[in-house]
């Protein structure tokens, strides 16, 4: 089966930097994925991961680590829109090809 | 990318009774899927929507109790069956748009209450 941490909640300020971290266990792993998620709406794609290695795009990035079994996603910037659940996703290929949802963190950024 | 319709957005239900959720995509796509998100948690996924044949459930789910139909490649339903408090919950349309690509796509789900 699968397992993926992430802290339940997290704080910051407006403007600051924030890490949010995953860790995961799979058997068949085809991806580490993260998404945004505002409260009463759907998830939207952040971003993808596939090898190892850091992923930038504009303010958020992300980072990976298969060996580790670890995942990071970068929050540069913060504004308060930014204040949402991120979900860590994985897909394994031996449990099937749908993501599968660690818990979720949710940021609340503050002024 | 996809545009995903999800009917009902929402709707208030009498424990026992049975209600069905469609879903519909603006384009053709490889795979569908169905999550749901109780209150204040993450996404479950319940099965993935095979077309042409039987859904594929995940652990703890079963076909009496979500029923779920996929008759093309652009529509699926989900059926809550007999439903109970516990199954008010936010359920949601996935897809995957082909083998080739890696983002899924979620609809606007529908957000269901059992009295």
């Known amino acids: 089966g699968q397992n993926i941490d992430q802290p339940t909640e997290m704080t910051a300020t407006e403007g600051a930097i924030v890490q949010i971290n995953c860790t995961y266990q799979?058997?068949?792993?085809?991806?580490l994925f993260w998404y945004q998620q505002h409260a009463g709406e759907a998830p939207t794609f952040l971003s993808y991961?596939?090898?190892?290695g850091l992923e930038e795009k504009g303010r958020f990035s992300s980072f990976l680590s298969r060996s580790k079994g670890y995942s990071y996603l970068l929050l540069k910037e913060l504004q308060m829109k930014d204040s949402a659940s991120y979900l860590c996703a994985v897909r394994d290929l031996q449990a099937g090809t749908a993501l599968i949802f660690g818990k979720g963190t949710t940021l609340s950024v503050s002024s | 990318s996809a545009v995903i319709s999800q009917k009902p957005s929402r709707d208030i239900c009498q424990r026992g009774t049975s209600l069905t959720i469609q879903c519909q995509v603006d384009?053709?796509?490889?795979?569908m899927f169905w999550y749901r998100q109780q209150p204040g948690q993450s996404l479950t996924l319940i099965a993935t929507a095979n077309q042409g044949s039987e859904a594929t459930y995940e652990s703890g789910f079963v076909i009496d109790k979500f029923p779920i139909s996929r008759p093309n490649l652009t529509f699926s339903t989900l059926t809550v069956s007999n439903m109970s408090p516990e199954d008010s919950s936010i359920y949601l349309c996935?897809?995957?748009?082909?083998?080739?690509?890696?983002?899924?796509?979620f609809g606007p789900g529908t957000r269901l209450t059992v009295t």
């Open positions: 799979t058997s068949g792993f085809n991806g």
């Open positions: 991961n596939v090898l190892d």
């Open positions: 384009s053709q796509v490889t795979m």
């Open positions: 996935s897809v995957l748009l082909s083998w080739a690509s890696y983002e899924q796509y």
